[in-house]
């Protein structure tokens, strides 16, 4: 037997042509914030999701920790009460009750050496029962002020038995320093590779198929430039208000709760060269170059706004301002849009018009590439005057896929030609349920794939641009409302657009 | 897996094909919406059924659903060619599926041709005007295809992939050496062979112990106990392998020199979706067609 054979054995030809799914290790995820609104509505009803799908290790033990008081009995209650009511899949006992085993409660604020003891001993006795090997996936459903004292605990805990993992929520940092400081203060206890921070929008397929909408169809790639493209607009519209969040949307704002994250990611996506492989770093590479070329606009291309009152689907809603917990004469924005440029070979001179705000018209996430116009059409002008631009739309939510606008001839006598939509839409075409984009998340987490979570120079990219821009904000002081409820945004966005001689897409 | 919304349905007998076409286009205007958008017609794939007499339920049991599932042109060709008269009649039906999240629904075509006399031994020049362009082309051949026969042969040579059930076929391991002559002119699909996969992989985790296996034991259908055997025998390059068989409908167990592997976690797959996974593919199976092979000395 050859030496390498003695050492790894001959390779298995049971295997050739099983489509193995890869099965992430043994390993406890712990879960920061376990009686918190994101680990009800999001995380256990995708952890259940995965369980249904027997896409957790086989060994695997879910640890809740949170301030309430409770045990394991009281916390798997809930936790069930929870999946029953947002899962997105039919609520199965058998199911339910497999994975329910696996779960164990903490009761602690993690900020007494009590809290990191009672989980220490837990975690050790899970590695012995259930034989985890030490794996760990810590999850930080806390607000961030939680952060340093959950992350040095767990760090001066640190065994070198297994893997550790350690997933961020959003928000991380506040500016460009305090992002640095928490960089930092991470990179004392773990590694980068072992840091996944996330934006839960890169978890969801309609944003993943840009990439495959890009690099797998040879028609869009080759006029993916300036040479064809006029401009590109992403719209990250909210129809619901703040929701009760008014702590921390008043010292957020739609800047660093959407701008900041959500959307500079979709630009990055849309915006990237083509990486060489689809691995972690050469996908995370070719998007931060893309944050980086983005040219810091001036004044006169950023909108900020403030809803007022208004209507929402036939309801009188409240202005921002007669929300819950903001302040009367408070100058949070609520609306942002902005011209960017990103200042690379692929995209010179050609604008990215984005917006994003609450209490618009209605709940829509899209990216709208408009192409250049044709530039002879041969027609009388009369035929073509309802022809516009192609635009080729992803649908990022709701109704996700992909709509291509081109001009087709009205059928009749004569040449009267206008503009028609040919859809792709996800649900109908592939029939089989659009995972949630936390179920991927979390997989991915236990796998150790990181590609859809955005590194610290990402994140740091991204902070300095909205730091410039925030910089820009404190010289004038905009007449707050400034737009209704219900409405696309205030009448600045549109001169914004107009001043270009272009146009908000129509809804 | 949801109903159809509805089912629009237009019939015909001693039809021309370019009446389908016609049918078609009409049903999807009538049920538009009025000033709405049309509904979808996304496909991914024709979908081609020849279904002898005996398995007419049996096609249509397995089509329900399919059109949500792999949105397509199904075409179900019922061969009768001992009717007194050379003629097609049809019925043909768009299924309508909502989209969740969505004012639209999409819509599936179903069309059903009847082959009376001559036309059941020409399928192919029946089939190939109603193929969607540049999709590829299944053939679900119900029961064991008539070996050699002109209506097998003309169908081939337009199918991207053929999907046979095994369990279907009597006299197993015979007719596996007929359907391996088919493997270098289309890719074949084995429902029965889909239905080992979860056992596949419980056994593939028992190397190296299994690579000295004399025996094995199958609680299963018969097309099953055959399939693993000569998969077993073909991947450990063992052909003297014996396989004991215990007639069972559906496969519960496997005993490797009588001792039993555990049983595969989770549930079976159910029926649509092992057709669906098989849909799914695109390119031959060399692993299956090595166990084909294999089934018999």
């Known amino acids: ?507 | 897996m949801s109903a159809p919304l509805d089912l629009e349905h237009w019939a015909g007998e001693n039809i021309k094909l370019a009446d389908v076409d016609t049918a078609l286009a009409q049903l999807r205007v009538g049920v538009a919406p009025a000033g709405g958008p049309p509904d979808l017609r996304t496909s991914v794939m024709t979908h081609i059924a020849w279904v002898p007499a005996d398995w007419e339920a049996q096609a249509r049991a397995a089509l329900a659903g399919m059109g949500e599932r792999h949105p397509s042109r199904a075409i179900l060709l019922f061969p009768d060619p001992d009717s007194g008269v050379d003629s097609i009649d049809a019925d043909v039906s768009l299924e309508r599926y909502a989209i969740p999240d969505a004012d639209r629904n999409i819509c599936s075509e179903v069309i059903e041709l009847r082959l009376h006399g001559k036309r059941a031994k020409a399928p192919a020049s029946v089939v190939s005007p109603l193929l969607i362009s540049d999709l590829p082309v299944f053939l679900r051949w119900r029961g064991e295809p008539v070996w050699e026969s002109q209506e097998l042969e003309q169908l081939v040579r337009i199918t991207d992939r053929m999907i046979v059930d095994s369990t279907e076929w009597d006299d197993l391991p015979y007719p596996y050496t007929r359907l391996a002559q088919l493997f270098e002119r289309t890719a074949v699909s084995d429902i029965a062979w889909a239905r080992t996969s979860r056992w596949r992989t419980i056994l593939a985790s028992l190397w190296p112990d299994i690579s000295d296996v004399r025996t094995i034991r199958v609680r299963g259908t018969d097309a099953q106990a055959h399939l693993l055997a000569g998969w077993l025998r073909s991947r450990l390059d063992r052909p003297e392998i014996a396989l004991e068989h215990v007639e069972a409908e559906r496969l519960e167990g496997i005993d490797l020199d009588g001792e039993p592997v555990a049983f595969p976690p989770g549930d079976p797959p159910a029926p649509s979706d092992v057709l669906s996974d098989e849909l799914d593919r695109f390119t031959r199976d060399p692993i299956y067609e090595a166990a084909v092979l294999a089934t018999t000395p």
């Open chain 1, 1 to 507: 037997m050859a030496d390498d054979d003695q050492q790894h054995g001959p390779e298995n030809p049971l295997l050739e042509g099983l489509s193995l799914r890869r099965t992430p290790d043994p390993c406890a995820l712990v879960i920061f914030g376990a009686s918190g609104d994101l680990t009800h509505k999001k995380l256990m009803p995708a952890l259940y999701a995965l369980m249904l799908r027997r896409l957790l290790p086989p060994r695997f033990a879910i640890v809740g920790v949170a301030r309430s008081d409770g045990d394991d009995d009281v916390f798997r209650k809930d936790m069930k009460e929870a999946v029953q009511k947002h899962a997105r899949d039919e609520f199965r006992e058998d199911i339910w009750n497999e994975l329910a085993e696996s779960m164990h409660y903490i009761a602690s604020d993690f900020a007494d050496e009590g809290g990191e003891t009672k989980l220490a001993k837990l975690l050790t006795k899970l590695d012995k029962e259930s034989d985890l090997g030490g794996n760990r996936v810590y999850y930080l459903a806390v607000p961030p002020p939680a952060f340093p004292t959950i992350v040095e605990a767990l760090g001066k805990r640190r065994t070198a038995e297994g893997w550790t993992r350690l997933i961020v929520e959003k928000p991380f940092g506040h500016d460009l320093e305090s992002a640095r400081q928490l960089n930092a203060m991470l990179w004392e206890h773990f590694e980068e590779k072992e840091i996944f921070r996330i934006d839960h929008y890169l978890g969801k397929e309609t944003v993943q198929n840009m990439l495959a909408l890009r690099f797998a169809n040879g028609i869009f790639e080759p006029i993916w430039n300036r040479q064809f493209i006029d401009h590109v607009q992403i719209t990250v519209a909210e129809a619901i208000g703040i929701e009760g969040r008014a702590g921390y949307y008043e010292a957020a704002g739609a800047i660093r709760d959407i701008f900041q994250n959500h959307l500079l990611q979709l630009l990055a996506l849309t915006a990237m060269e083509p990486p060489i492989d689809f691995t972690a770093e050469s996908v995370r590479n070719e998007k931060v170059k893309v944050l980086k070329s983005i040219h810091t606009p001036g004044p006169r291309s950023v909108v900020r706004g403030q809803y007022g009152r208004g209507y929402v689907e036939g309801d009188e809603v409240p202005a921002y301002r007669e929300e819950k917990g903001v302040a009367p004469d408070s100058m949070t924005e609520t609306y942002v849009a902005a011209k960017l440029y990103v200042d690379n070979w692929r995209w010179a001179d050609t604008p990215f018009y984005v917006r994003m705000g609450k209490r618009l018209a209605r709940r829509e996430t899209t990216i709208a590439i408009q192409f250049k116009r044709a530039p002879h059409p041969p027609f009388e002008e009369s035929s073509a005057e309802g022809l516009r631009p192609n635009v080729l739309l992803v649908h990022v939510q709701p109704d996700e896929g992909v709509s291509l606008a081109i001009g087709a001839k009205v059928p009749g006598q004569g040449m009267s030609i206008r503009t028609v939509h040919m859809d792709f839409l996800y649900g109908g075409t592939f029939r089989t349920g659009m995972p949630e984009a936390y179920e991927r998340l979390i997989l991915d987490t236990l796998l150790g794939d990181g590609t859809l979570f955005t590194r610290a120079d990402e994140v740091e990219e991204q902070w300095l641009l909205v730091d410039t821009i925030v910089a820009g904000w404190q010289r004038d002081r905009p007449g707050f409302p400034n737009y209704a409820a219900g409405t696309w945004g205030p009448p600045s966005a549109d001169d914004l657009m107009h001043r270009d001689g272009r146009s908000w897409r129509r809804h």
